[in-house]
């Protein structure tokens, strides 16, 4: 009898410690900073090892790769000199690969947003589940679409983390007596970190104060103590963020040329006009970032337009938060509802907070006229505003469901549907990426290598998430893998952008392009420049201008800067490569190499090869997607004296549009100039004159 209620004893003992066990796993997993990670995997992760470089990130790891840290610390030079040091020092730490940096994005990230969680918790210390809720939507915020720009952003949300972190360790400071005098010097540390190295959370500062306010006892007689005791705690943050601003103002030449402080100029200038302007400004940006950008993810896309798989992965996102948070609320004790009379108050509170924290953090853009858009690029200008956000959507939820229930589902809608709005956008930059390799091969096959010095003009190209100036990055990364010096050989331009700027309002002959990229000089001339135009699924196309001047298909400022540039810049030897590590595999041959390939023959004049090109082209299923592409093989036909394969070429591009027919006309007169008399061609000519009723 002993012998068994020893064993039942031994089987209690390690049952409660199996029990034990289990519990301390299920509370590790969904303790609210490990939920963090894991949906910032299940969300952005995803897209880690199906992105490239995008917007400034393909610039800055260009320069990186090929300048190291000489290179950042030269563009930073006139922009943020100490927030440099972060590049220099992630560079260190991190290859080149984009995964690396998709990688580092997510994880400041997840960083920022423990950060806020950590920080919620002491402003409503009875409860995790506000903290949740903040950090999630802070994790998850609707209206800003960039995360996968990984490099930039990283960095902008290690800054962030700076702040919030500071902010937390002042409190706990105010709160704690161990380790106090440590805590305040790393906090001020932290303080100078975010307001010496970047200008958008540089008043953020002013909130300190007003969270030290909330947590300070409710022990003061009289307001003045108060106010006192919160100035002296604030007053060694208070010196850093005048130090900051003494030294932007007096020391920091530069601080302005980047950006102006433009609407406090106009209200100099115009007072009335200024402050009715400001104030529209201040009221859209604070409605849209608090509650606006919301609608974004109530947009459900239509699977005929975003594509079966794409629609799919997104279902499954939203499915995968909704049943991972009905799964924690079910088994996290976490979250298990305690009664707490303060709720109310703590929701009004939070209400408050948020709405006071909107104003700071739109000051920096107020004063220079930066505009908030609700998409790319101009979003991103939402970052310091996310910390407001989010506050007020847990204010609100916690004052309008009486029941923890309906709480809890209304937050499971609203961060199901942000986690499938930012898969939405993973798919749009990875479309992205995957037609901005398409546009490097083309360009690599068409042009094998550049004269150095050569400018290339081209119209704003369908790739939203890269500029002129990011696909200059990419174009010397491809052309110039080992510069020598800081002299940079190649530029990009949309033509559009930079008119009235970097290049005149009017491009002519031998106008002289000086340009500072940051880390260099582009130093070039108008006359030594490229046209191309590229406008998928059609080819990327080098534009002849004695060709296309008539050709009403291209852009008129196309057709202007091709008056100027010449295909001599273009070399056909050494084939150049894009680096291997980023574009690898080469695509295989498909029409647009083909047709690359034939003009680039065509140039040369190598008509054998044209046509030898052309009859692999036209025995492909795929074929021409704009009615141009053809040209090349009706010259190499006429050229070798396949007259009748010319024609039959040249009637197959007027059949898709009549616009064709001056381009044609051009294209045959220099045919008619360029190729001997013969009764062939003179027939070939009474047929055309007949096709195409060109004016002589």
Not at 60 to 85: C, H, L, Q
Not at 159 to 184: D, E, G, N, P, Q
Not at 418 to 431: D, E, I, Y
């Amino acid at each position: 009898m002993c012998q068994k209620r020893k064993c039942n004893i031994v089987m209690n003992q390690q049952n409660k410690k199996t029990n034990t066990i289990k519990n301390k796993i299920v509370s590790f997993l969904t303790h609210p900073i490990m939920l963090l990670l894991l949906v910032s995997i299940m969300v952005y992760g995803v897209f880690v090892p199906l992105l490239g470089y995008f917007w400034d990130d393909m610039g800055m790891a260009w320069n990186s790769d090929v300048f190291g840290n000489e290179g950042i610390a030269r563009y930073f030079t006139t922009k943020r000199p100490v927030w440099a040091w972060f590049y220099q020092l992630s560079n260190l730490l991190l290859g080149k690969e984009p995964w690396q940096w998709q990688v580092f994005g997510i994880f400041w990230r997840w960083i920022c947003a423990s950060g806020f969680y950590l920080l919620v918790r002491q402003l409503w210390p009875g409860s995790k589940e506000p903290a949740l809720f903040a950090s999630f939507f802070f994790l998850l915020y609707p209206g800003f679409e960039q995360q996968y720009i990984g490099l930039i952003y990283g960095h902008f949300f290690l800054i962030f983390s700076s702040y919030l972190f500071s902010v937390i360790l002042s409190i706990y400071a105010l709160t704690h007596k161990k380790y106090r005098k440590l805590a305040v010097i790393v906090a001020i540390v932290l303080s100078a970190i975010n307001v010496f190295s970047m200008e958008y959370y540089f008043m953020l500062e002013l909130l300190r104060p007003v969270f030290f306010w909330v947590l300070l006892p409710e022990k003061f007689e009289r307001l003045i103590y108060k106010l006192k005791r919160v100035f002296l705690l604030w007053l060694p943050y208070l010196s850093t963020l005048l130090a900051s601003a003494f030294w932007r103002t007096f020391i920091f030449e530069y601080q302005t040329v980047e950006y102006h402080l433009n609407n406090l100029d106009l209200l100099k200038t115009n007072p009335w006009q200024g402050i009715l302007f400001i104030a529209k400004t201040v009221v859209h940006d604070v409605w849209w970032t608090a509650l606006g950008m919301w609608q974004l993810a109530f947009q459900i896309p239509s699977k005929a337009v975003f594509g079966e798989r794409a629609t799919l992965l997104y279902l499954g996102v939203m499915a995968g938060i909704v049943v991972l948070f009905i799964l924690v609320f079910i088994v996290s004790k976490h979250f298990q509802e305690r009664a707490d009379s303060q709720q109310h108050k703590q929701s009004l509170l939070f209400l408050l907070l948020g709405f006071i924290a909107l104003f700071p953090a739109g000051v920096p853009f107020w004063v220079t006229g930066l505009t908030l858009t609700p998409s790319f690029s101009g979003d991103r200008y939402s970052i310091p505003f996310i910390l407001g956000s989010s506050l007020i959507f847990t204010g609100v939820l916690f004052l309008l469901p009486k029941k923890p229930y309906l709480r809890r589902l209304l937050f499971i809608i609203l961060i199901a549907l942000a986690g499938g709005l930012h898969s939405r956008h993973g798919v749009n930059f990875q479309r992205d990426w995957e037609m901005h390799q398409r546009f490097m091969w083309q360009m690599v096959w068409r042009m094998p290598s550049l004269e150095a010095q050569t400018a290339i003009f081209t119209q704003e190209l369908p790739l939203k998430y890269y500029s002129d100036h990011s696909l200059t990055g990419a174009l010397n990364w491809t052309y110039d893998p080992n510069p020598n010096s800081f002299d940079i050989k190649y530029a990009l331009y949309y033509p559009t952008v930079r008119s009235g700027g970097t290049l005149s309002e009017q491009i002519d002959h031998n106008q002289t392009i000086d340009h500072n990229l940051g880390m260099g000089y582009f130093r070039g001339n108008t006359s030594q420049s490229i046209t191309l135009y590229y406008n998928p699924p059609a080819c990327l196309r080098i534009i002849d201008y004695e060709i296309e001047a008539e050709n009403t298909m291209l852009p008129l400022y196309i057709r202007e800067a091709s008056k100027v540039s010449s295909t001599v810049w273009i070399l056909s030897e050494p084939q150049t490569q894009p680096p291997t590590f980023l574009y690898q595999p080469e695509p295989s041959p498909n029409w647009c190499y083909y047709f690359e390939k034939a003009d680039l023959a065509r140039q040369y004049g190598d008509w054998e090869t044209v046509v030898e090109i052309g009859n692999t082209a036209l025995s492909l299923e795929d074929n021409a997607n704009d009615p141009a592409e053809r040209l090349p093989f009706i010259e190499g036909y006429a050229h070798t004296g396949d007259w009748q394969r010319a024609l039959m070429l040249t009637q197959d591009s007027l059949n898709v549009t009549g616009a064709m027919q001056p381009v044609l006309c051009a294209l045959w007169q220099r045919i008619d100039t360029e190729t001997a008399n013969a009764p062939e061609k003179d027939a070939a000519l009474i047929q055309l004159q007949d096709l195409l009723n060109c004016q002589r």
